[in-house]
């Protein structure tokens, strides 16, 4: 084993076994978000510098919805036996690197716009697989967001970093049939679809808190609600 792969070894231990960990799944229809996209990608990408892929909306939802679900974005001390609430979403973002798995952090994520996180994901992760991260990168993180469905999973039960209350798993875009209401009535048709899962501590989290966030995350992301941001 390489040193890197024991150590995330032991972080994954460390975190799996000293909290009480679950996960909720929810359904997300995001063919207006896809839509969005595929209409203003060219020209963000000409403006901003940088590609416009889905992962900067999931972390815009995410950090949204964190600021109207503080019991998500905290953290355990278990020595002191009290709670922190976090005043900042700085989100971690799993990136899948050639020495292993590395996870470093936007910092301030709920204060920036979709340019913004966009720009900083694409230098974090450019750091994390060249080898360019600083522990400042690498610190700090409030709450983590896992995209393996960029890898064609589905979904997964991600687990929650250690001194975190929750992570975010994002499952592959797919389209499949799906119910859809209309002003006609309720119809069939083919649709964008993604799940969305949250691992979480029982310690802290409740099953009701965890619904209500993923169902705040699907809100945000099915209204697609980006266009100003987008210049469209």
């Known amino acids: 084993m390489t040193r890197m792969r024991k150590v995330i070894g032991e972080n994954m231990m460390k975190a799996l076994h000293s909290q009480a960990q679950l996960t909720s799944v929810v359904e997300v229809d995001v063919t207006k978000l896809m839509k969005l996209r595929a209409r203003a990608k060219d020209a963000f990408a000409a403006r901003e510098g940088v590609k416009l892929s889905p992962m900067p909306f999931y972390v815009k939802a995410a950090a949204q919805a964190l600021k109207a679900h503080p019991v998500i974005n905290a953290r355990i001390n278990e020595d002191e036996g009290t709670i922190t609430y976090f005043d900042s979403e700085n989100i971690g973002i799993a990136v899948d690197a050639e020495?292993?798995?590395?996870?470093?952090?936007?910092?301030?994520?709920?204060?920036?716009n979709i340019a913004g996180i966009s720009k900083k994901t694409a230098e974090l992760a450019g750091k994390a697989r060249g080898g360019g991260l600083t522990p400042d990168d690498m610190s700090g993180a409030t709450f983590t967001i896992s995209n393996t469905g960029s890898r064609g999973a589905l979904f997964d039960t991600v687990i929650v970093p250690p001194n975190q209350a929750a992570i975010l798993g994002i499952g592959a875009t797919v389209k499949r049939p799906a119910v859809i209401e209309t002003e006609e009535?309720?119809?069939?048709?083919?649709?964008d679809m993604t799940y969305l899962s949250l691992s979480y501590d029982?310690?802290?989290?409740?099953?009701?808190?965890?619904?209500?966030?993923?169902?705040?995350?699907k809100a945000i992301l099915e209204a697609g609600e980006f266009e100003v941001e987008l210049g469209l």
């Open 202 to 217: 029982h310690r802290l989290v409740d099953g009701a808190d965890a619904a209500r966030y993923l169902t705040a995350v």
């Open 185 to 191: 009535g309720t119809v069939i048709g083919v649709r």
């Open 99 to 112: 020495k292993g798995l590395m996870t470093p952090v936007i910092k301030g994520a709920g204060d920036l």
